[in-house]
């Protein structure tokens, strides 16, 4: 790994990446040179997911890279309609054959679908695939705090990581405290917030004076705030400027800034406790 790169520690005694790659949206048979690309430019993280329907192309690209197994950070995800302690773990299996590995580094489930009620089950599951050492880490994507409550209460173990939404517009200030009282690694998808904020002038000028993009400062507020980030490029010039974040730094003004543009009706993506999209 690159020394410019962050690692983030987990509660578990292992560590992690701070910045990877997301391949939401990235085609199979694209995947595989867009994953060797990230990796030759110095990304050790790579965040796929089932339903993404890419795990077989990012494992073909894992395997074309120069790169040894063990010095690369591989998560996937468990998706809606497998909850359940049987069924997790033959979607688990079924992950790892199409990735070409015999273990991932980190195992999330993907939403909790709490009006299906089986999110319980399938962490009880996820906590034996970790016990047996294929899934190094285990977290989950989209928690409230509500349901990150019910995996403590009911089995006394809380995920590493919370994959969650989260960029200037969308902060989840409250759901991040949970987060830091309980020693879960916050972890950002869409930190660029997609796209809508590529004119906002309280970034632009931040942009300016640190002579960076806008994509830039707002993955390094992300860095400094002690996120995970992962964001998507099948672009190489952008994985590259994606990439150089670590020789700069925002001030206490800059952070401040962008603080204040977070907004109430900010989220863009689906609310955790009514989405239940089984099927893509």
């Given at each position: 790994m690159l020394s410019s790169q962050k690692t983030v520690s987990f509660h578990d005694g292992r560590s992690a990446?701070?910045?990877?790659?997301?391949?939401?949206?990235?085609?199979?048979?694209?995947a595989s040179s867009i994953v060797k690309t990230a990796i030759d430019i110095g990304y050790r993280s790579i965040d796929t997911a089932a339903i993404y329907g890419n795990e077989a192309g990012v494992g073909r690209g894992i395997a074309e890279s120069s790169v040894k197994?063990?010095?690369?950070?591989?998560?996937?995800?468990?998706?809606?309609d497998r909850h359940g302690h049987d069924s997790t773990k033959v979607a688990f299996e079924e992950?790892?054959?199409?990735?070409?590995?015999?273990?991932?580094?980190?195992?999330?489930?993907?939403?909790?679908?709490?009006?299906?009620?089986?999110?319980?089950?399938?962490?009880?599951?996820?906590?034996?695939?970790?016990?047996?050492?294929?899934?190094?880490?285990?977290?989950?994507?989209?928690?409230?705090?509500?349901?990150?409550?019910?995996?403590?209460?009911?089995?006394g173990v809380l995920p590493v990581v919370n994959q969650i939404e989260l960029h200037p517009q969308f902060q989840q200030a409250?759901?991040?405290?949970?987060?830091?009282?309980?020693d879960i690694v916050?972890?950002?998808?869409?930190?660029?917030?997609?796209?809508?904020?590529w004119d906002d002038p309280t970034l632009n000028d931040i942009a300016r004076k640190r002579q960076r993009s806008v994509a830039q400062v707002m993955l390094r507020w992300h860095i400094q705030l002690g996120n995970m980030v992962i964001p998507k490029s099948v672009t190489p010039s952008r994985l590259e400027e994606n990439w150089r974040?670590?020789?700069?730094?925002?001030n206490d003004?800059?952070?401040?800034?962008?603080?204040?543009?977070?907004?109430?009706?900010?989220?863009?993506?689906?609310?955790?406790?009514?989405?239940?999209?089984?099927?893509?």
């Open positions: 990446p701070q910045l990877g790659m997301g391949v939401w949206q990235v085609e199979n048979d694209i197994r063990e010095e690369l950070f591989i998560a996937t995800k468990l998706w809606n992950s790892l054959e199409k990735l070409g590995l015999d273990y991932v580094d980190l195992y999330l489930i993907h939403w909790p679908v709490p009006k299906v009620g089986l999110f319980v089950d399938a962490w009880e599951c996820m906590i034996q695939l970790r016990d047996e050492g294929r899934a190094k880490s285990i977290g989950v994507c989209n928690f409230n705090v509500n349901h990150l409550e019910q995996l403590l209460d009911q089995t409250e759901l991040r405290e949970f987060h830091a009282e309980h916050t972890e950002a998808w869409s930190p660029l917030g997609r796209g809508r904020l974040i670590f020789d700069f730094t925002l003004d800059d952070m401040a800034a962008i603080a204040r543009l977070d907004r109430p009706d900010g989220r863009d993506g689906p609310d955790p406790e009514l989405f239940r999209l089984l099927k893509a």
